[in-house]
Every structure is written in structure tokens, then in C-alpha cells.
């Protein structure tokens, strides 16, 4: 139905960029919980079509298609980080590119990204997530393949276009932990 960029520029910063931090997610704002039957009818057909839209794009990702997700980024997309970072469109895309490059393979059926609440204000909404990114990517030293899962809370903000809902503008709002081959992973 719609086009999403969610998960495609989102998912792969949670590897780039892995800040720890605290943050809070549906308290912020009036969401409808994701398996709530409260909410309306169209909270409920909008909150249905982004995450089926959210949910093609780990196809595209495990795929590694940048040209595809690359096409869904939008004009003045803008992905804001824990750290204060702000990315552009461009900065983005480059960063996705240098991701998918990285990794040897993504494992699409243990990676996610779940609504956890929506806020809907006419052709626009608010979105939270929770994301879980599963992928392989070689040793620094001998090559040799290693499982790594991060976590990620993000803020969203979706509109609603001729093209469908796309992601205009993600901020991350907690970092979760890093896991290598299956044991917690300290970054610091």
C-alpha cells in the first residue's frame, strides 16, 4: 500500500550510532497501545498499514537493497540521534550504505520493529517503536562471522501522501543493549 523508511534508515543506526541513554515511550504523548481494541476505526486501518509498511521493509533490508530503500527516504527526512545528532536525508542514506556493507547478512526472522503506541492528528502521526536488529558481521581481525542484536526506542512521525505513509522524521529516544554471539556486550 504505502511506502515506509522506518526500519530501513532506523534499524541500521542502531549499530551505527550506539549511544546508551534513558528514555520514555508511550507516556509521552496520547497513543493507542499496539494490540489495544480501544482507538478508533482509523487509528486502528493507519496503525495496521504502517506496520505492514514497516514490516516490507525488512524484506528490502534483509535483502540488502539500498537502491530500494534509498527511494523511500523522503525529501527533508530527518533522523535526530541520542546524542544530539541530527541526520539529513543524504547523511542518512550514506550511513545505511555503509551499514549494509558491514554486515554479512541480516537474519529478517528475528529482526523487527513493533508499534508499541500511535497517535493520529489528521494526515499525520506519532509513532513508537521498538525495534530488534539481527545480523552477522565479521571479525575485525580474522573474518570470522559474529552475531550481533541491538535494541532501539524511537519516536516517529509518519504522514500520509499520495505514495502511502513514509517516515518524515525518526528521533531515537533509548538505546537498548548489545548482545555478541548470545552475551551482553559492553561498549564502553
Not at 494490540?35 to 505492514?52: F, P
Not at 489528521?122 to 552477522?136: H, M, P
Request: charged share 25%; aromatic share 6%; hydrophobic share 35%.
Amino acid at each position: 500500500m504505502g511506502r515506509a523508511i522506518a526500519l530501513g534508515i532506523a534499524i541500521v543506526f542502531a549499530e551505527i550510532i550506539c549511544v546508551f541513554g534513558a528514555g520514555t515511550a508511550c507516556a509521552q504523548v496520547g497513543c493507542i497501545p499496539r494490540d489495544a481494541t480501544k482507538g478508533s476505526a482509523q487509528e486502528q486501518i493507519v496503525q495496521r498499514d504502517i506496520q505492514e509498511a514497516i514490516d516490507r521493509r525488512i524484506e528490502e533490508l534483509g535483502a540488502k537493497d539500498l537502491a530500494a530503500l534509498s527511494r523511500e527516504v523522503p525529501q527533508g527526512f530527518t533522523l535526530h540521534l541520542l546524542d544530539g545528532t541530527t541526520l539529513n536525508r543524504a547523511q542518512a542514506i550514506e550511513g545505511m550504505r555503509q551499514q549494509l556493507e558491514s554486515v554479512l547478512s541480516i537474519d529478517v526472522n528475528r529482526t523487527y520493529t513493533r508499534i508499541e503506541c500511535l497517535a493520529l492528528m489528521g494526515n499525520e502521526a506519532t509513532v513508537y517503536t521498538k525495534q530488534q536488529y539481527v545480523r552477522t558481521v565479521p571479525d575485525r581481525k580474522d573474518g570470522s562471522p559474529h552475531e550481533v542484536i541491538t535494541s532501539v526506542r524511537h519516536r516517529e512521525t509518519w504522514a500520509y501522501s499520495k505514495d502511502g505513509w513514509v517516515a518524515r522524521h525518526i528521533q531515537e529516544i533509548e538505546q537498548g543493549p548489545t548482545y555478541l554471539d548470545g552475551e551482553l556486550y559492553d561498549q564502553r
